[in-house]
């Protein structure tokens, strides 16, 4: 129980996550950034920049902490760079706060130092690129407040220039399928399997059980490598 909990971590000395978020703020309003960053130095952990990854999973409490670091003004300034991407928000669960980092990022363009990246070094042919852009364009339809799509801002590029990208003129197909009980629909078995017959194809599960619960494997002709 928390009237338990929290003296136990002042008594033993030992913090949990939150709580040693909780504590930096605490020290910051009570002796000033300043004292962070000297006592930081001093301990041999001096820092005048900070890089912020995934900024999109960050809390409340977090976003409070990184707006202090980063305030201007104060008596000692930190650089802050914070790289995120809406589509990416998975841990609300967690009470990750991600229209915090839109706000964010809305109040950096309007000061000029919002940069928008867009180019991916991880896809490296022309047909998985536009499968992947027409797959967030339509599902932003869905998503509503969770996350918002421009396509002008949020379109991935390639890193450089592909030579011989295979152009699919064909636009991308997204095939959606729950299992109804022990039902398997002709139509949509045929639709799926001339699906996959055009080129190679992924599926992502949760787990290998769950691929074969989900009724995938008596829908799908070839044999699944996992």
Excluded: C
């Amino acid at each position: 129980r928390q009237e338990h909990y929290m003296p136990l971590l002042f008594s033993d000395a030992v913090f949990d996550f939150d709580a040693i978020v909780f504590l930096v703020i605490k020290f910051i309003k009570e002796k000033g950034k300043k004292w962070l960053v000297e006592k930081m130095e001093k301990e041999g952990f001096a820092f005048d920049t900070l890089f912020i990854d995934e900024a999109q999973d960050n809390d409340i409490v977090q976003n409070y902490l990184i707006n202090i670091l980063a305030g201007e003004g104060g008596d000692n300034d930190i650089k802050v760079t914070i790289v995120g991407d809406m589509k990416q928000s998975i841990y609300q669960w967690r009470n990750a706060y991600p229209e915090e980092f839109r706000a964010i990022y809305e109040e950096a363009k309007t000061m000029g130092k919002a940069h928008d990246l867009k180019k991916t070094w991880r896809i490296e042919d022309g047909t998985t690129l536009k499968f992947l852009n027409t797959l967030f364009e339509d599902l932003s339809g869905i998503a509503g407040d969770m996350w918002d799509y421009e396509k002008q801002k949020d379109e991935l590029e390639h890193n450089k220039k592909v030579e011989n990208a295979a152009e699919d003129k064909s636009p991308a197909k997204i095939l959606s399928y729950r299992k109804m009980g022990n039902t398997v629909l002709d139509d949509e078995k045929k639709e799926i399997n001339e699906f996959l017959s055009k080129g190679k194809s992924g599926i992502l599960a949760r787990s290998r059980s769950a691929v074969k619960t989900s009724g995938l494997t008596d829908l799908i002709d070839k044999d699944i490598k996992y």
